[in-house]
């Protein structure tokens, strides 16, 4: 069936790097685009980026430019997002999500979310 | 970023109907499709309601979503224990980002 899977959880210290990954099955990799989103504790969901699985090609919220990056790797259908210069409030659950991509009509829905990965930023 | 704005909380008993609304921008909503997420407890998210008012298979007649200018609202009629969730309306911009409401807690009293 269509899934994406999470890497596990990551403790990492104030200023290091972390990088997630998130593998599909069920479906063509190419063929969807790829976006992360992220949860703080008790708080709301958060928009990253996605990325083009098919190009390469990415778009981040803002906030992450410069702080964010997206890749994939099309031959193991496995997207990855790594995040830099980490700060105690990047402690949050990331999601990465599918969603379908129509040139005419822009994006759609996503509608296939991983099952999240936990990253913890403490000294 | 933008934001778009939610009620932080709705609430309701079993069988009523319930509804949360969702304010944007003419860059987001006011332009692009409104989509609607369901988040229980200690899960991820799931898609509800896509292109305003469409919902995926799987998803009950009772969840129904609208579009009118800059806002959105999602109506949950038949309200169920079952429903009880956190609710996110979310959009794409002019520049293909996306943005998400502030969430809206369902209780059924």
């Known amino acids: 069936q269509v899934q994406l899977v999470q890497s596990g959880a990551e403790v990492k210290k104030p200023g290091a790097s972390v990088k997630v990954s998130c593998k599909a099955s069920?479906?063509?990799?190419?063929?969807?685009?790829m976006h992360w989103v992220r949860q703080a504790p008790g708080q709301g969901l958060e928009w990253m980026g996605w990325?083009?699985?098919?190009?390469?090609?990415?778009n981040y919220a803002q906030k992450f430019q410069g702080w964010v990056t997206m890749t994939r790797d099309t031959s193991i259908s496995t997207a990855y997002m790594e995040l830099s210069r980490l700060r105690s409030d990047d402690t949050a659950v990331y999601y990465c999500?599918?969603?379908?991509?129509?040139?005419?009509?822009?994006?759609?829905?996503?509608?296939?979310w991983g099952q999240g990965t936990t990253v913890t930023v403490s000294s | 970023q933008s934001v778009l704005t939610q009620p932080p909380s709705a609430s309701g008993t079993p069988g009523q109907r319930v509804t949360i609304s969702c304010s944007g921008s003419?860059?987001?909503?006011?332009?692009?499709?409104v989509y609607w997420y369901q988040q229980l407890p200690g899960t991820a998210p799931k898609l509800l309601i896509y292109?305003?008012?469409q919902r995926p298979s799987g998803v009950p007649d009772r969840f129904s979503g609208s579009k009118s200018g800059t806002s959105a609202s999602l109506a949950i009629s038949g309200l169920r224990s079952e429903d009880e969730a956190d609710y996110y309306c979310?959009?794409?911009?002019?520049?293909?980002?996306?943005?998400f409401g502030t969430g809206t807690k369902v209780t059924v009293l």
């Open positions: 990325i083009n699985p098919n190009s390469g090609g990415t």
């Open positions: 069920g479906y063509t990799f190419t063929g969807y685009y």
């Open positions: 979310a959009a794409w911009d002019d520049s293909l980002r996306g943005v």
């Open positions: 003419s860059s987001n909503i006011g332009s692009n499709y």
């Open positions: 292109r305003n008012n």
């Open positions: 999500a599918r969603s379908n991509y129509d040139i005419l009509t822009g994006l759609y829905g996503m509608d296939v």
